[in-house]
């Protein structure tokens, strides 16, 4: 005799569950009013077009169709892909570096260094974009008078204002704005190694690379790849930094990321159909990188 | 009487004191209408003090109304009210740009203002006092649903030191054609020195004015027409981008705000920049030295440009709307809107206001009103659509300017898609 397929009912999901479900039901309702709500709205919303009175007609994929269609949405695409690869990768390698630094036994004033290396993360996005856009000023930005005055450059260089160097320039803002979570993240990791197995691989005649390479990174390898999964899904839905230093995606899209492109269709072109076919199809990579941030979970890795 | 009993007496009547007491603050709070303003300038100086004051006097004036200033920073702005509006909670009284207007009218986010404009003798009446190019906008299907409060145009402020010493003469002799400003760009700059021309604020209203100083401009009357790519317009167009590229401009202009443009000509890097009257005032208050050497011209060509402007509406489902209406008329009545120029620096929208300005008290207002204001070619456009064809069109100004394509084929290409949206709404 086959084994009996295990169908799915709710019947079965409330019996004997009636308390756990009266003590979830507070948050549960909650998720589905802030969030629940939302994303059903913005999916139905991406089959319909709506007109600046607010009058909407179906149109079934076709906002899905313009959005394959346009070349704004794939080079926010683009943006976006490099944008979080690019700090992601940067961030977490730096940030082991500055986490490995910062457990060296022989660093004195411990302290003074974890707090200078938590300063970026305690500033919203808002004001680190503000800051830094007079930082990398043209005309009279510091970083150009420093350059100048190592005689590095003898022109101004438009960091924020050329498509060379734009979005090399916001990758650097966010990863520097993002590496302390990394080293928090991996230099906690780095205290929960055994000490004898460090110990016992120098006994052994390890070098300090040999000992980084078998010892560390082996221990340390959940704790990057969570590290390495949340700021992947934290910077590829990020949009205030941009919107601020590059005044939503400039110069001529050079840093237009999906959030930026998603806003200016919904809120300046009011495009609110369209809006949302973007919105929901960058809700389906996100989507992705969540359920593997479960699986990165799952296997306890 | 028993201590106890007096004790409980006297707490009791407290009781009753204050629930008394209470309920005579609420009928009193009842009879108090709280209106909602929202504006962007009450959250920059000198204009929120000035506007402070307005309102002061006006709750003065009327004391069952009390006024919630909301101050909004201007990126926020529109897409705050839009959604307070979309909420069912609108501010009673909110300011936007003339631009920006009818968008909003064909949301339906501003309450038509019919009723109240039958009592001052109609629509005709209560708008003459006004330039006409910022009262279309707020017309819709013969329904009013705006009131202008600011309005002018564009000039160049000037460094005269910085002129002189290139051995030019602005105050007797400015350049009159492009070609005489092109010429003048190229001794005013000194790149070695860090020291250029023109600081450029490249975007779609500020690039109009040297489409209309060249005699072209960017639509027909009723915008189901477009002229960006007329042979004046391109000639203009290449003009403004060949100041960037011939090295009179500052780099990095593509990502240069009003606010950068400022600091470069209060801190001396540029000889000149463009703006509206505001743009006196924000100079001199990022150096108040160069006050002295500032001097404000009409632009070179036919000295035609852009007409600017801000209007205050009643939002759709203000619950009351009457009271929103004094504050409007308040805000707007020729006496504050002196006030407003007077403490807060801006041009007024009535004639009746601009007449009373002693232009000996106030020297750096006569160009506008002598030579800017009477020469505005048409205003900042002001159509549903226009969100979108401005975004095409900034993107066409900042690809030229990083040399993405050639000015003439990205204008061209420009012009096509903004006549396909407009071929829609036909």
Known sequence: ?301 | MKRSNLLLFSLVLTLFASLFSAALVQVEAEDIVELRFQDWRLAEEPAASALGAIVAAFEEAHPNIKVQLEPVTNTERIEKFNNQFRAGDPPDVVRFNVTEVPTEISMGAFEPLDQFLEAEGGIEAFYADFSQYLVIPAIKDDHAYAVPHEGDSFLLYVNKRLWSEAGLDPVNNPPKTFEELREANLKLTNAANNKYAFGMYPNFQWLQSWFLANGARYFNEDYTETYLDSPEAIEAFKFYIGMYTDGTVPPGAPEVGYGDQIALMAQEQVAYIQGPYATWGNIVAGNPEIEKDLLAIPFPGTGQTAGRGTEFAIGAGSKHPAEAWELIKWLTNAENMYEFFVNGSMMPARMSALEKIDLDAYPQARPMIEEAIPNTGESYPAFPEWGKCSSILNDAIIASLLGDGEPEENLRSAATQIREIIAERK
Not at chain 1, 160 to 173: D, K, N, Q, R
Not at chain 1, 205 to 211: D, E, F, I, N, R
Not at chain 1, 226 to 247: A, K, Y
Not at chain 1, 268 to 278: L, N, P, S
Request: proline fraction near 3%.
């Open chain 1, 1 to 301: 005799m086959g084994k009996r397929k295990n169908v799915f009912s709710f019947s079965k999901l409330f019996k004997g569950n009636r308390l756990g479900w009266v003590f979830v039901a507070p948050s549960l309702i909650l998720f589905i009013i802030t969030l629940g709500y939302p994303i059903y709205y913005a999916i139905r919303l991406s089959f319909f077009e709506v007109s600046l009175n607010f009058s909407e007609t179906f149109v079934g994929l076709d906002n899905f169709i313009t959005a394959f269609k346009d070349r704004w949405f794939w080079n926010s695409v683009k943006n976006t892909f490099i944008y979080t690869v690019s700090s992601v990768s940067i961030t977490v390698l730096v940030g082991l570096l500055i986490a490995l630094a910062l457990s060296r036994p022989w660093l004195r004033c411990r302290a003074v260094f974890h707090l200078l290396f938590l300063v970026p993360w305690t500033l919203s996005y808002v004001v680190v974009g503000s800051v830094w856009r007079w930082i990398l000023n043209a005309s009279y930005g510091v970083i150009n008078a420093i350059l100048q005055l190592l005689h590095i450059t003898e022109a101004n260089i438009s960091f924020l204002g050329s498509s060379e160097y734009a979005l090399m320039s916001v990758i650097f803002v966010n990863t520097w704005r993002s590496i302390p979570f990394a080293v928090v993240m991996l230099y906690a990791g780095l205290q929960l190694i055994p000490t004898e197995q460090v110990e016992a691989s120098k006994v052994d005649g390890a070098t300090s690379l040999q000992t980084f390479w078998f010892v560390t990174l082996p221990h340390l390898r959940g704790v990057i790849a969570v590290t390495t999964v949340l700021s992947t899904i934290w910077t590829f839905i990020q949009f205030d930094l941009t919107q601020v230093l590059t005044l939503g995606g400039g110069p001529n899209h050079a840093t237009e990321l999906l959030s930026n492109l998603i806003y200016k269709t919904s809120f300046t072109y009011y495009e609110f159909g369209y809006g949302a076919a973007i919105a929901v199809l960058m809700l389906f990579i996100v989507l992705g990188m969540t359920i593997l941030y479960q699986r990165l979970l799952e296997k306890d890795i």
